[in-house]
Nanobody
Framework: QVQLVESGGGSVQAGGSLGLSCAASGYTYSTYCMGWFRQAPGKEREGVAT???????MYADSVKGRFTISRDNAKNTLYLQMNSLKPEDTAMYYCAAYRGPYCTPESDRGYNYWGQGTQVTVSS
């Protein structure tokens, strides 16, 4: 069955960096759109970054210039490099897969598969 397993979360001070990974299995990873989402306590889940089959990327305005999404199709792994972290980046981070080559869903509800999440905490 499909599995998405995130890793790499943790605690860091503001201005620091963290790298997240998402190992995928059970489907043809290279053909799917992949995305990172996050949910802070008391807030709705929001999109952070997406990357399509052809490596076209999109970022939320709040993370542009600080976060980088990438994928390694040989390793079935999705990455999120987060630099210049801010306290407002504190959230549970999830990776998700959409059954299509382009990241067309306008919200998280369009994604087909989800990981369990990894916590990122940024202290000031």
């Amino acid at each position: 069955q499909v599995q998405l397993v995130e890793s790499g979360g943790g605690s860091v001070q503001a201005g620091g960096s963290l790298g997240l990974s998402c190992a995928a299995s059970g489907y043809t990873y290279s053909t799917y759109c992949m995305g990172w989402f996050r949910q802070a306590p008391g807030k709705e889940r929001e999109g952070v970054a997406t990357i399509g089959r052809y490596r076209n990327t999109m970022y939320a305005d709040s993370v542009k210039g600080r976060f980088t999404i990438s994928r390694d199709n040989a390793k079935n792994t999705l990455y999120l490099q987060m630099n210049s972290l801010k306290p407002e980046d504190t959230a549970m981070y999830y990776c998700a897969a959409y059954r299509g080559p382009y990241c067309t869903p306008e919200s998280d509800r369009g994604y087909n598969y989800w990981g369990q999440g990894t916590q990122v905490t940024v202290s000031s």
